[in-house]
């Protein structure tokens, strides 16, 4: 297995890989290189005949992924957004021909509870933390919030949660159905490991054959829709709202910094 800059890839013996996602001192916060890491380990996992399942977690023990990096964000123009890379990337999860699991502990925001929506089982520890917050900097989701959150937890719950941008605590993911489950923060891992062991007790073929129909049940957006989300993102990518929402959570980050050399005295 190849080493990325941005993943740890950890293959058990049971017949999983679980891919970590570590860049834990941004909250494992999504950049194009994590994006570009994740896409060729996924390409060069689908071709391992030792994997039969994958368990997504971040490193560290305060996120999953808080979100797309917010400081390449910030540069990001229209012509970016249609390029549609975590859409596609995303996609790539979800059409992974073998069973996902997002182990999720603590912060799962914006691209990272997309990525989690295009798992095929998300399990949240206590202290899991989900939402579109997008809205809040300017932008909207675009990498399938839309339509996966929509056939997840139901159109209603849906449009508040992507209008509002509020953050939605592990109890309540598992009542609207975000989460399948949630446990102890110290069991997570044990419970994610447990359930992928009782997947691939089964049938290799079934379960794969599941998979498939699963997807064609459920998978019914038009990928138009897909461009259309990215295509609106693309717009909300160019405004001087944006940059202005984006610049505030980045003066923040410069504020602690100036304040941790000292500069605050003055
Ligand atoms: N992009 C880039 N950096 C991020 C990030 C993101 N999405 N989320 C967190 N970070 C960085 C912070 O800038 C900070 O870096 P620093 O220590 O160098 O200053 C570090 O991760 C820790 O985050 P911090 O904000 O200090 O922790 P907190 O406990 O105060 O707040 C959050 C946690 C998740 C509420 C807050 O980080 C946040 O709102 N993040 C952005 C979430 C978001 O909007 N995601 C969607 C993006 S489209």
Redesign the pocket.
Known sequence: MSAYETLEILKDEGGWAEVVFNRP???N?LNLQMVTDLTAALSELEQDADVRGLIFRGAGD??FI??????E?VERKCEDAFRAINAGLFQKIEDFPRPTIAAIGG?C????SELALACDIRIGAEDAVMGQ??V??G?I?GAGAPHRLTRTVGTGLARELIFTGR?VEADECVRIGLLNRVVANDALLDDARGTMRSILKNSDLAVRLAKIALNAACNSVDRRHMMLECVSQGITFDSDDKRQRMAR??E??KQ??QNANGGGEA
């Open positions: 001192d941004v909250l916060a305060r996120a808080a979100g797309a990096d917010i400081s964000l912060y925001l914006g691209g990272g917050p997008e809040k900097l932008i989701p953050l959570f980045l923040r980050k602690k910094e």
